[in-house]
């Protein structure tokens, strides 16, 4: 018994010292999300990415259009008992279907792929800004907002402003 209240007591007097031992840690936050929305570098990529999609939901528009009509034809045709040309009909709607689902699959990993190479660039930029905030503010960690699980926190801790200030100004040194 004599021992066990020996060792919660050098437990204690451990936990203490560790305690007073560890520096604070500082900790930072950005929003990715935010700095994308909002740099100038993002903003002409989600009009490029915007424009992108514009062009690959045209083809779509037009498969989808024929598809209606399809089924439009065959609404009417399906009225008219042992109509010989509806079995046609009916497999080449089938057919425009699996085509228009294969083609709207492979917009939307075009799409993503597009997305993905024009944020790319942006998050190596903005990864080393924050590196660089890092050491000038002193701080332990930089975490990314919408990826920390962190709901709250003090508000002079988030660096996304200033990130996109810093951003902006590289980009705009750059030419772009």
């Known amino acids: 018994m004599n021992r066990l209240y020996t060792a919660t007591i050098l437990w204690i007097v451990y936990l203490c010292f560790t305690g007073i031992a560890m520096a604070e840690s500082r900790i930072g936050f950005v929003d990715m999300n935010r700095i994308i929305q909002q740099s100038s570098a993002g903003i002409t990529a989600m009009k490029d990415l915007a424009a992108f999609k514009e062009s690959k939901n045209k083809t779509l528009t037009v498969k989808h259009k024929y598809i209606q009509g399809l089924k439009s034809r065959i609404n009417q045709r399906s009225s008219i008992p042992g109509d010989p040309g509806l079995a046609q009909l009916q497999k080449e709607f089938q057919d425009a ?65 200033e990130v996109i200030k810093r951003y902006d100004a590289k980009y705009r040194a750059r030419g772009k």
Not at 100 to 124: S, V
Request: contains cysteine.
């Open 97 to 161: 279907v699996q085509e228009y689902n294969k083609l709207l699959a492979e917009n939307e990993a075009a799409i993503q792929k597009k997305d993905r190479e024009l944020t790319h660039g942006i998050l190596e930029d903005v990864s080393i800004i924050c590196h660089d905030l890092q050491t000038v503010k002193h701080l332990s960690f930089v975490f990314d907002k919408s990826q920390s699980g962190i709901i709250v926190f003090p508000p002079e801790n988030d660096l996304t402003q």
